[in-house]
């Protein structure tokens, strides 16, 4: 449970210390509501010691562990693509945002959005940890939600000045999982 929520800060706290300015528009918020709503449904759930999986203590551990593992791996990925960023990037959902450059080295060679991957670590954790409708329903939501927008951003690459470039990076890697 710590790992999960630990996961959950530090991405609650990438908009101030890592994305340029930008303003906390609609789409930001439609984004960010899910975050915003499976911390507290698992302190809850567990302060109320809710269960899942009741009478089965085998598949407790196991879901644990496999949460773990898929957190962790949360923020690592995380970890990395800050990493492999030089300058800060902007804040998500900006109209007037017009890219710069193009990064497809570091945590972007295989995943074309790992920061968006990592987010998505950090919900199947969740779930894992605790497989309810409380996890399920924001984890579909934040699929839905981030897939969109990735695919704007997408397009606005590939119509921008490394369109050619851009282009030919999505035949090569991921939206989400490295292919």
Not at 70 to 76: D, E, Q
Not at 83 to 103: C, F, K, N, Y
Not at 126 to 151: N, V
């Amino acid at each position: 449970m710590v790992l999960v929520l630990c996961a959950y800060v530090v991405i609650g706290v990438l908009p101030r210390i890592f994305f340029k300015g930008g303003s906390f528009n609609s789409g930001w918020w439609l984004t960010g509501a899910p975050f915003f709503c499976v911390p507290p449904f698992l302190i809850a759930a567990d302060l109320a010691h809710w269960h899942s999986w009741v009478g089965m203590h085998n598949m407790v551990v196991t879901l644990d562990s496999i949460a773990a593992v898929l957190t962790g791996g949360s923020i690592a990925l995380l970890f990395y693509t800050l990493g492999t960023h030089r300058v800060p990037l902007a804040l998500w959902h900006q109209e007037d945002d017009a890219p710069v450059s193009i990064v497809t080295y570091g945590a972007y060679s295989r995943i074309r959005h790992p920061f968006y991957s990592s987010f998505l670590l950090a919900f199947l954790g969740s779930f894992a940890l605790f497989p309810h409708l409380g996890t399920l329903l924001p984890m579909l939501y934040a699929i839905g939600r981030l897939t969109a927008t990735a695919m704007r951003e997408e397009k606005r690459l590939s119509t921008s000045e490394f369109g050619s470039e851009y282009r030919e990076y999505i035949s090569k890697t991921g939206r989400f999982l490295p292919i």
